[in-house]
């Protein structure tokens, strides 16, 4: 599949992906107390910080290793299945220190039902893996879409019959269960019980490196929420998670698809020797055009949103989520760093650079969080200037870029922000801290998408280029069948 249908099916995914999850947060919101989404978020926390026993970068392997052969295959499932069975068997015994350390035991209880989610993935860890790596992401998207379904409908559903916290717990269940099963079908032509250890030494090689670069990337995220539930209280943890909730709504459905399709497309092109150039400052210029603006108006509008959408006693959030908003603008400004490193073999300097973000940035939130979530999301901007500045030159050298090759971009960036922020900064300085009524926050937002698609169009940026060929393409397909219906009405 071409990287526009690639990016098309998968954007079309995240979008049917981001209304559900933003439906089914809102619901939540309205069932659930601070108190008990920070129950959950902690046991989300620990989960994930667990999750480095099975995060061995086994994925990226499969999908940019030259020449696939059956030992290789064979001996990354072993390793991957070794890994579940161990993630699975410690989470569960972690639940019992989990509730002790944080004086809750419904930490015990969501991490005792969440434990049996690795297992799902030994067997459909291949089929996934190999789906990326052919770019059949039509398929991927269709099951990320129905697995989104399933999770949303089920988190819906347990809420209102009165499960509280857990019902994110069952609902990831019956997400794992279903992701699990669709991927075992599609890819059904990979699905393999072969153990064998072979290859151990290449496949320990590079596992090794990425378990150190997602170990203390993962670590750090989820050990600074740990903290912050066990210093500041799990009703700030809730608030916080809330605000980063809503941020990572933007960053997953957006940037989280781009990376995945832009991983395939840069490992195929280091495959071939081609030069990264174009394609990154491309991808730069495009995410820095939809990202930017977005992260922008979130946080204009980021007191009424949260008001009007999930109710005024998550209002706390707004102020920070506003400082994470800021600190995912600069983020943007680093894109694809991770793919970089990993296609290009150079993921043990990644992680020589996030141990030393990290010993900068953990000490900043923990002591942070003994005043406020405020200033604890404050360090997140901290940490994103730190990042960029020490990740910008090892960008640059391996996409064989210069920082004066993004210029134009930032500067485009920048013109698309102020537009399309213009009506909400107007209707947030007319209101002089009232609260603005729906349709006047709705027609800001509406008013600064079409001054920003304006201005895109003005400018002749390359995410213009491709909205006209996809528009062209539906236009064509439409024209098509109509010529096709009316063809068999006149025959009949």
Not at 93 to 118: H, Q, T, Y
Not at 235 to 256: D, Q, T, V
Not at 373 to 398: F, G, K, N, S, W
Not at 419 to 441: H, N, R, Y
Request: aromatic share 10%.
């Amino acid at each position: 599949m071409s990287l526009k249908k690639s990016l098309a099916w998968m954007g079309l995914a995240q979008a049917i992906t981001f209304i559900l999850h933003f439906g089914s947060s809102v619901v939540l919101a309205r069932y659930l107390t601070p108190t008990e989404m920070g129950v959950f978020a902690v046991g989300l926390a620990t989960i994930a910080m667990l999750a480095l026993l099975q995060t061995f970068g086994l994925q990226p392997l499969i999908v940019r290793e030259k020449t696939l052969t059956p030992a290789l295959t064979n001996t990354v499932f072993t390793v991957n299945a070794a890994s579940g069975v161990l993630q699975a068997a410690t989470t569960f015994l972690f639940a019992f220190v989990g509730a002790k350390f944080l004086r809750n035991e419904g930490v015990k209880d969501i991490l005792m039902v969440l434990s049996v989610v690795p297992l799902f993935t030994i067997f459909s860890f291949m089929p996934g893996s190999m789906l990326e790596r052919e770019g059949r992401f039509k398929i991927v998207a269709i099951i990320g879409t129905l697995v989104s379904v399933v999770g949303s409908a089920a988190t819906i559903t347990f809420a209102i019959m009165g499960y509280k916290y857990m019902s994110l717990a069952y609902a990831n269940i019956l997400g794992a269960m279903t992701l699990s099963g669709a991927l075992m079908i599609a890819g059904r032509k990979d699905l393999r019980v072969k153990f064998g250890l072979s290859e151990w030494r290449h496949v320990f090689r590079f596992g090794a490196q990425m378990f150190a670069y997602t170990g203390v990337v993962n670590f750090s995220t989820r050990f600074n929420e740990i903290m912050l539930g066990r210093i500041a209280g799990l009703e700030a943890l809730g608030l916080y998670n809330r605000a980063s909730g809503i941020n990572n709504m933007l960053w997953g459905n957006i940037h989280y698809l781009a990376s995945r399709v832009m991983l395939a497309e840069f490992a195929a092109k280091h495959r071939s020797d081609t030069p990264l150039r174009d394609r990154y400052i491309q991808t730069a210029s495009v995410l820095t055009a939809v990202l930017w603006p977005g992260f922008a108006g979130l946080a204009v509008l980021a007191e009424p949103f949260i008001y009007l959408v999930y109710g005024p006693r998550w209002v706390p959030a707004a102020l920070p989520l506003i400082y994470l908003t800021i600190a995912s603008i600069v983020l943007v400004a680093m894109t694809m760093s991770w793919e970089l490193f990993a296609v290009t073999g150079n993921v043990a300097k990644q992680t020589r650079l996030e141990i030393v973000r990290t010993c900068i940035s953990t000490p900043l939130f923990i002591g942070a969080c003994f005043v406020s979530i405020e200033a604890a999301a404050i360090t997140r901007i901290i940490d994103a200037v730190i990042a960029y500045v020490i990740y910008r030159p090892h960008l640059e050298r391996m996409s064989g870029t210069k920082f004066q090759d993004f210029i134009g971009v930032y500067s485009q960036g920048a013109l698309l922000t102020f537009v399309a922020i213009l009506p909400a900064g107007t209707l947030a300085w007319l209101s002089q801290g009232d609260k603005p009524e729906f349709l006047m926050v709705a027609l800001a937002v509406t008013s600064g998408i079409a001054l920003w698609a304006v201005t895109l169009f003005q400018l002749d940026h390359p995410l213009k280029h491709g909205m006209v060929a996809v528009l062209k393409k539906l236009s064509l397909r439409f024209a098509r069948t109509r010529s096709s219906e009316e063809a068999r009405i006149d025959l009949d």
